[in-house]
T-cell receptor, first 113, second 113 residues
Framework: AQTVTQSQPEMSVQEAETVTLSCTYD???????LFWYKQPPSRQMILVIR??????QNATENRFSVNFQKAAKSFSLKISDSQLGDAAMYFC??????????FGQGTRLTINP | NAGVTQTPKFRILKIGQSMTLQCTQD?????MYWYRQDPGMGLKLIYY???????DKGEVPNGYNVSRSTTEDFPLRLELAAPSQTSVYFC????????????FGPGTRLTVL
């Protein structure tokens, strides 16, 4: 079975500081993508960043970057210069097969002003 | 461009009642999904479809049915509602390419009393 583990149910960070959210996964796929989604209080799921597993270079989207360790099956999300609008639930997930996403249980991120 | 729309936004059902959650996407995506999100938890896949006329079970299909007669629509049917089905339901769609990014609807909050 494909599994995704987010070991930090809650995290908090001071505004403008950097925070890292952890994710480990298990997949039998040889080629796959990894995702981080954000769910603010509005409940809308929003794609934050995507990583292609066969690419060695870590993905970056503005203040968001990942640390992808394929051998360790680790996929952490780093948020730099945290802003109040970053407060949300963050979900990590790899694809399961060619059609499905399996999500972790989420990390609730709080930004302290 | 509406993206993924879901109706209704909220619904309260009595035990044993039935209802259909509607989902429509206007992005011509072949892949569509239904997830449920219990309070404080991640998303669990109920059913998915890779095209009109093709559906398959996800992690938690019991108590639900789906159909996919058109590319645009993917309704979720609840038969004999139970309190365990109290949850927020998300519909999503994707092209099946580009790492299978999924675009989510705003969700339907369902309470079964």
């Amino acid at each position: 079975a494909q599994t995704v583990t987010q070991s930090q149910p809650e995290m908090s960070v001071q505004e403008a500081e950097t925070v890292t959210l952890s994710c480990t996964y298990d997949t039998s796929e040889s080629d796959y993508y990894l995702f981080w989604y954000k769910q603010p209080p509005s409940r809308q799921m929003i794609l934050v960043i995507r990583q292609e597993a066969y690419k060695q270079q870590n993905a970056t989207e503005n203040r968001f970057s990942v640390n992808f360790q394929k051998a360790a099956k680790s996929f952490s999300l780093k948020i730099s210069d945290s802003q109040l609008g970053d407060a949300a639930m963050y979900f990590c997930g790899p694809p399961q097969g060619a059609q499905k996403l399996v999500f972790g249980q989420g990390t609730r991120l709080t930004i302290n002003p | 461009n509406a993206g993924v729309t879901q109706t209704p936004k909220f619904r309260i059902l009595k035990i044993g009642q039935s209802m259909t959650l509607q989902c429509t996407q206007d992005m011509n995506h072949n892949y569509m999904y239904w997830y449920r999100q219990d309070p404080g938890m991640g998303l669990k896949l109920i059913y998915y479809s890779v095209g009109a006329g093709i559906t398959d079970k996800g992690e938690v299909p019991n108590g639900y049915n789906v159909s996919r007669s058109t590319t645009e629509d993917f309704p979720l049917r609840l038969e004999l509602a139970a309190p365990s089905q109290t949850s927020v339901y998300f519909c999503a769609s994707g092209s099946g390419t580009g790492g299978h990014e999924q675009f989510f609807g705003p969700g339907t909050r369902l309470t079964v009393l």
